[in-house]
């Protein structure tokens, strides 16, 4: 089923989001991953675009058909397109399509600064462009509630949100973002410029004081102060890290779905240890307000 579906269905959206292992390891090493989040029953779960896979050695395509056609949870592979031809995408589609992938989400990719090369995409809304000629999938986008790293311009990722949808895109997922208070003045902003389409919020419980390094240097996103202090207390202590990791991101949730957000994207990093943690903290409050809304 086209995941759009989902929101005409749901008032709250849940769905997890994992990544394949290295095109030098066997795609077995994510079973174990598989076999713990399939028991939490998520909406969809989406499948990044193979880290360090080129686009004719790619790992996504293979596990959106373990997800979907093993495991019988609805997947969402992302596709990225920069320095990619439209042939070499056109193949991917076939491949998805022949797996029984029904949903992708389109992204430009990252630029790389020793290849200016774009190849036959220039950015996102291209790509779903093609894909609405080609073949019939539904059609995810990304948004960035703090701005795209390369501008950080909220006004300018308006612009380009809207262009999205009217390229095709059905729905939004967010990039991660610790501080509730950017996320609802994002959607503030959306909603003024007649935006229609609905936006997941994107949350990663993050466990490990590099990690937070590491994703404050690949997006921006801003560390409010009292996440700071967790980080700090509690750096030297994996356990206690972890759980206060937790327990930080399940606060930004209840207060976002208390809030009437469509939808929560969770970033698992490959961790059922973590998702098993949150699905079931929340998993009375999701369906209250699903129950409510299917009455």
């Known amino acids: 089923m086209h995941i759009k579906e989902l929101f005409k269905e749901k008032e709250v959206v849940f769905s997890f989001e994992i990544f394949p292992p290295k095109p030098t390891s066997s795609i077995e090493t994510v079973y174990d991953t598989l076999e713990g989040l399939q028991g939490l029953n998520p909406d969809y779960i989406s499948i990044t675009y193979g880290a360090g896979g080129s686009v004719n050695n790619n790992r996504t395509c293979e596990l959106s058909s373990l997800v979907k056609n093993k495991y019988g949870i609805e997947a969402l592979a992302h596709l990225t397109c920069i320095g990619s031809t439209k042939s070499e995408i056109n193949g991917i589609l076939e491949s998805l399509n022949e797996n029984g992938i029904e949903n992708i989400l389109a992204l430009r990719g990252d630029v790389s600064e020793g290849n200016p090369s774009v190849g036959e995409f220039n950015n996102s809304q291209e790509l779903i462009n093609h894909i609405k000629e080609t073949k019939e999938f539904g059609i995810a986008a990304a948004c960035y509630p703090e701005g795209h790293i390369e501008s950080r311009d909220i006004e300018r990722e308006i612009e ?3 262009l999205k949808e009217n390229a095709g895109a059905e729905y939004l997922i967010s990039q991660l973002f610790f501080d509730n208070n950017y996320f609802y003045k994002f959607l503030n902003s959306v909603e003024k410029s007649s935006i229609e389409v609905p ?4 949350i990663m419980p993050v466990t490990n004081k590099k990690q937070v390094e590491r994703i404050v240097s690949l997006c921006g996103a801003n560390l409010p102060s009292k996440f700071i202090k967790i980080i700090n207390r509690y750096e030297h202590d994996k356990d206690a890290l972890r759980d206060a ?4 991101a399940l606060e930004q949730i209840v207060d976002l779905v208390s809030t009437g957000v469509r939808g929560i994207h969770l970033y698992t990093m490959n961790n059922p240890y973590i998702a ?12 209250s307000i699903n129950k409510r809304q299917v009455i």
Do not use: D, E, P, V
Not at 199 to 202: F, V
Not at 245 to 248: R, T
Not at 276 to 287: A, P, Y
């Open 160 to 162: 380009i949100l809207k």
């Open 199 to 202: 936006i997941q919020a994107g």
């Open 245 to 248: 990791g937790i327990a930080y």
């Open 276 to 287: 098993k943690r949150i699905t079931n903290s929340i998993g009375s409050i999701l369906n």
